[in-house]
């Protein structure tokens, strides 16, 4: 157990539609990473959030969104969902993110300990 | 449990054997490297991790190789387990972008 989790652990639902799913970060974690993983195009970085502010991003669609709140939890919401979105969604958090160490460091917090994915079937 | 996509190279060995996973990286400015594990329905797991300052890095029953020349990457296991059964990633980095780039992954099959 990496001390990440993510809700749901399932969600299906059809085009159009709009879902939220959520991380909580191990205790202590400042750094939020999400992760999209499907069949064609593997892991892909989507976005990542430090202590609340957005920090990096990847391959995110303008669709998608994410937050970090207070407490450090964050939410990516995928709006106006297409078949294509249907993939594992992982979250992962790292201690924290100094622009000395490389993302995945292991060195200085930066090793990123995932969740356990949430899939998402869009029918 | 869920995983990744079912087209991926296979490794396939007997247990107590020595696997050799070999990873092809795209970014010639990559200066840090990491492979990960995924088992089936979890997330990825942080193996081992080089810089490109060097070309070798050991941990336990693990070594990673890095050879920058050819932008090759290899993690090898040292008398493979049942356990070690995964699918493993290697990733990339140019620490200036800050993101990590994935490879597709290898799925490894230990034989008992």
């Known amino acids: 157990d990496s001390g990440v989790t993510q809700t749901p652990k399932h969600l299906i639902t059809a085009t159009g539609q709009r879902v939220t799913l959520r991380c909580s970060p191990r205790?202590?974690?400042?750094?939020v990473y999400w992760y999209q993983q499907s069949l064609d195009q593997g892991l892909q970085f989507l976005i990542q959030?430090?202590?609340?502010?957005?920090?990096a991003k990847g391959n995110i669609l303008e669709r998608f969104s994410a937050q970090q709140f207070p407490d450090l939890h964050s939410e990516l919401n995928l709006s106006s969902l297409e078949l294509g979105d249907s993939a594992l969604y992982f979250c992962?958090?790292?201690?924290?993110?100094?622009?000395?160490?490389?993302?995945?460091?292991?060195?200085?917090?930066?090793?990123?300990?995932f969740g356990p994915g949430t899939r998402l079937t869009v029918l | 449990g869920e995983s990744v996509g079912l087209h991926l190279p296979t490794l396939s060995v007997q247990e107590g054997d020595n696997s050799i996973i070999n990873c092809a990286y795209s970014?010639?400015?990559?200066?840090?490297f990491i492979w990960y594990k995924q088992e089936s329905g979890k997330g990825p797991q942080f193996i081992i991790d080089?810089?490109?300052?060097?070309d070798k890095r050991q941990g336990q029953r693990v070594t990673v190789l890095l050879n920058k020349t050819v932008k090759h990457l290899s993690l090898q296991i040292a008398a493979t387990q049942p356990g070690d059964s995964a699918v493993y990633f290697c990733a990339e980095e140019n620490t200036g972008f800050q993101k990590l780039v994935f490879g597709t992954g290898t799925r490894l099959l230990v034989s008992p």
């Open positions: 992962a958090s790292s201690v924290e993110r100094g622009f000395w160490a490389p993302t995945g460091g292991a060195d200085r917090g930066g090793e990123q300990f």
């Open positions: 205790s202590g974690d400042l750094s």
């Open positions: 080089i810089r490109s300052n060097m």
């Open positions: 970014n010639s400015a990559s200066d840090y």
């Open positions: 959030y430090y202590n609340g502010e957005e920090r």
